[in-house]
Structure formats: C-alpha cells, structure tokens
C-alpha cells in the first residue's frame, strides 16, 4: 500500500510569507503528527492530530498551526516565515493514537531567504 | 519519558552484526524501548520495540538487559543500505496512556556508517 505522502518535497519562501504544507497518511490511519527537523534543534515535535482534533502540541510559537481533515489528511501552516524556520518537516501517520508504529513520509524541505 | 544515551557514531563493515548502544538508566517500569532509523534526506523509519524481553523481527533484534538499564540494537549482517541514524527512544506503551503520550522525542542518535 502506499506510504504517507507530502507536498511538496521542496519549497522556497522569502521571509514574511506564509507556507502550507500537505500530508496524505497511509489508507485507514487516523494519527497524523507532525516535525521539523534541523541540523541544530534535530527532530522536534510540532502537533498531533486525531478525528480532525488536534491531541497535542510541542513547544512552537502561534505562527505553526496544523488541521486534519474528515478524511485524515493533515495540513501544516506556518505564517510570517523567519529565517530560521528553514528546516525539514515530516509528517507521521499511524492507525490510531495507541499504535506503537508510526509511519514517517519523506518530509518537505522549506527554505526561507 | 526517560533520557537516552547513545554513541555520537559508529562504523561497521559490510556484512558484519552492528551493535548498537543505549543507555536508558532512568527507564520507569512500564517505559518501552523504540528504535528509529533515518537514512540520509530520508523520513525516520521504525524498527523495533521491547519492554524487557529479547525482540527480534525481518530487521533487527533487541537486547535489553536484566535491570532494563541499557539495551542493544543488532543488525545482524549489515550492509551499505544500513548506513543512517539510529535513534533510541523511551515512552510509555501509548495503549497504556491512551495516546496522550503519541508523540516521539527523539535524541541526537547514532550515525552508524556501514563501510565495504
């Protein structure tokens, strides 16, 4: 079966922007959590959603927001873009919140000049 | 969760087992161990998981000692493809929780580099 999918795998945005990035978990998974990944801070966890409510959420400023859609898919937002929000986000999905395994897709590298 | 304790790196040759480090001494008794791999511009891929029994799957086996204090990831005959960060993490069974636990922390890892 298909693997969770992202888009886009590669983005460019200039300070002060606004950025959406998407995450199709794989068929039946309703968890879907989300990280950013930089050389400096390595892996960190952003939000987790489940049944379109968000469940948990990291230690990010209010300008990294996130949804779930009714058919599991997940968006992540990140407003008025800094330099250092360059990193690569990955997306998680597993059947439920309980599931030991969590299923990361390739990740989209944003890159903020 | 518990903090971990891995190598900053390792090598291995081709072919030979990869053993892998974890030190976990503040493990709490319903904490479970997890092992990720991230391979270069690549998503974290699971591995295995164990509570305080060996654990063996397709990938790898999972030795945690007696006291749960510290475990030991084997790649039993790694290859080139085997070449990644491997991340060892402590949570607490999500089932015992109800998921209010789901998320991953995830260390610094080890850079194990398999070499021909």
């Known amino acids: 079966k298909a693997g969770v999918t992202q888009t886009p795998r590669y983005l460019i945005k200039t300070r002060g922007q606004q950025v959406t990035l998407s995450c199709s978990p794989i068929s039946g998974h309703r968890s879907v959590s989300w990280y950013q990944q930089t050389p400096g801070q390595g892996l960190q966890f952003l939000f987790e959603?489940?049944?379109?409510?968000?469940?948990n959420k990291g230690n990010f400023p209010g300008r990294f927001s996130g949804r779930q859609f009714s058919n599991s898919r997940s968006e992540m937002n990140v407003s008025t873009l800094e330099l250092g929000d360059s990193a690569l986000y990955l997306c998680a999905s597993s059947l439920d919140r309980t599931d030991n395994e969590q299923f990361f897709g390739p990740g989209t590298r944003l890159t903020v000049l | 969760d518990a903090k971990t304790t891995q190598p900053t790196s390792m090598d291995c040759a081709e072919g030979r087992a990869a053993n892998l480090p974890c030190n976990h001494s503040?493990?709490?008794?319903?904490?479970?161990v997890y092992w990720y791999r991230q391979i270069h511009s690549q998503g974290p891929q699971y591995i295995i998981h164990g509570l305080k029994n060996n654990e063996t799957n397709e990938m790898a086996s999972l030795i945690i000692t007696e006291d749960r204090k510290s475990s030991t990831l084997i790649l039993p005959h790694a290859t080139l493809r085997d070449t990644a960060v491997y991340y060892c993490?402590?949570?607490?069974?999500?089932?015992?929780?109800?998921?209010?636990?789901?998320?991953?922390?995830f260390g610094k890892g080890t850079l194990l580099t398999v070499n021909p």
């Open positions: 503040t493990i709490s008794g319903n904490e479970y």
């Open positions: 959603y489940f049944s379109e409510t968000q469940r």
């Open positions: 993490i402590v949570r607490v069974d999500p089932t015992l929780t109800g998921g209010s636990n789901y998320k991953l922390t």
